[in-house]
């Protein structure tokens, strides 16, 4: 089974009142907390054999710092899908694109 997970608020978060510095990829990670439950059951599902892929509305330039962030946590390379360009920051245009890119994947869950 293909499991599709967010990134931002569901596997990490920052301290209350803090801002991220998302122009620094590397601050940006080095500064993330794990949510310590979701990494728990992203490691059992990577162990029950599933396919997973990270889809988050952060910028191509995040994606090697998030992708070793989660080699950290889970001991493995994870696919990590970045947002283009040309998708807003927005709720609406990053759901939209989002409900695209799990259907084109054909994520399950």
Do not use: C
Request: without cysteine.
């Amino acid at each position: 089974m293909r499991i599709g997970f967010d990134f931002d608020g569901t596997l990490a978060v920052w301290p209350r009142g803090s801002r991220v510095n998302y122009a620094n990829p590397t601050w940006a990670m080095t500064h993330a907390a794990a949510v310590l439950g979701t990494v728990k059951w992203l490691k059992a599902v990577l162990q029950r054999g599933h396919e997973v892929v990270i889809i988050t509305g952060r910028d191509a330039l995040h994606r090697g710092p998030l992708r070793y962030w989660l080699f950290q946590f889970t001991g493995r390379f994870l696919d990590v899908v970045t947002r283009p360009s040309n998708v807003g920051l927005d709720e609406a245009s990053q759901a939209a694109w989002k409900a695209q890119v799990l259907q084109n994947l054909g994520v399950e869950v």
